[in-house]
């Protein structure tokens, strides 16, 4: 087969004006909420896209918070995404459901979370995950080796309540635009996208699939 005959017919669901949110972030917690109820492989998972020097990078984050303000996910602060978003904070983000036929893209402004915000995730994660925080130097070149023993000898040094490295923690992506997708057959999707205004309220209209 080739790979131009390789396609599928969306027929699962319709998205409408009349039906959606007034305000997008409520219109994602009913997707959300739906892709959580359809067991939706990695709901959280989403493709992360930020700009540095003029090329664009992305890759696949978690999701680990999102409310009025935007989107939190953590990372460490000194890799490639993490210098990115230090030189321009602004970064897109993707999610895919193919098994709703569905996607929600979200652009904005990137910010640090506070603090307090980052301990009290970090020390929620796993041992074995904050130690790697402290093992990884995340987006440098290491053998499989020498990163397997950084995380032996951390994991003894550091005991069974390692701290937040400083290095490492939250961001905000602080949306002002968001789009929901939804499969429809003969790729005449339905788009609705959202503008924040300048006076805070969400405007919101249908885009040519």
């Known amino acids: 087969m080739s790979i131009a005959d390789i396609r599928r017919d969306y027929q699962k669901n319709a998205l409408h004006e009349d039906t959606v949110k007034a305000d997008p972030l409520d219109q994602f917690q009913l997707w959300f909420n739906e892709a959580l109820t359809a067991e939706v492989i990695e709901p959280t998972a989403m493709t992360l896209g930020t700009v540095k020097d003029g090329q664009p990078s992305s890759r696949i984050v978690l999701l680990k918070g999102f409310d009025a303000r935007g989107l939190v996910f953590f990372t460490n602060y000194l890799s490639r995404k993490g210098k990115a978003l230090a ?26 979370v506070a603090q307090s915000e980052s301990d009290t995730y970090f020390h929620s994660r796993p041992l074995a ?32 309540n390692p701290p937040r490295p400083e290095h490492w923690g939250g961001y905000r992506l602080i949306p002002h635009y968001i789009e929901f997708w939804q499969g429809r057959p003969s790729r005449l999707h339905d788009r609705i996208a959202y503008e924040l205004q300048p006076n805070g309220a969400w405007s919101y209209q249908r885009l040519a699939p």
Do not use: H, M, N, Y
């Open 129 to 160: 995950s904050r130690v790697g925080a402290w093992a990884s130097p995340q987006s440098q070149p290491i053998t499989r080796e020498a990163l397997d023993a950084r995380a032996q000898k951390l994991a003894d040094e550091l005991g069974d």
């Open 87 to 112: 030189e321009q904070p602004f970064a897109s983000a993707l999610f895919f459901w193919p098994e709703l036929e569905r996607q929600v893209r979200f652009e904005g402004r990137v910010e640090q």
